[in-house]
Nanobody, 116 residues
Framework: VRLVESGGGLVQAGGSLRLSCAASGSTFSINTMGWYRQAPGKQRELVAAIINGGGTTTYADSVKGRFTLSRDNAKNTMFLQMNSLKPEDTAAYYC??????????WGQGTQVTVSS
């Protein structure tokens, strides 16, 4: 499975961005997809994830009500709509996919920078 993220950039606080993660390869094997982020000097953390092929969506408390995760299965693409962005949302955002065997795949990351 290959994952390619896009959509990052520089935005002012209060603005919006939409990240995309396009999957290719053995996409039929994917069980869970999600977004993680890592700020400088901090550990990578879960932002949002779709589990069990779309049956459950979970969000970090810090993004609930502001970020929305969606998935277009026909296009093998996952989206993260980020609204009301805050400077503390600044990080490298990574797409992750896990197949039914528990093997994880990561994208190369896309930078999101929110200015105050």
């Amino acid at each position: 499975v290959r994952l390619v993220e896009s959509g990052g950039g520089l935005v002012q606080a209060g603005g919006s961005l939409r990240l995309s993660c396009a999957a290719s390869g053995s996409t039929f094997s994917i069980n869970t997809m999600g977004w993680y982020r890592q700020a400088p000097g901090k550990q990578r953390e879960l932002v949002a994830a779709i589990i069990n092929g779309g049956g459950t969506t979970t969000y970090a408390d810090s993004v609930k009500g502001r970020f929305t995760l969606s998935r277009d299965n026909a296009k093998n693409t996952m989206f993260l709509q980020m609204n009301s962005l805050k400077p503390e949302d600044t990080a490298a955002y990574y797409c992750k996919a896990v197949n039914w065997a528990g093997v994880a795949y990561w994208g190369q990351g896309t930078q999101v920078t929110v200015s105050s």
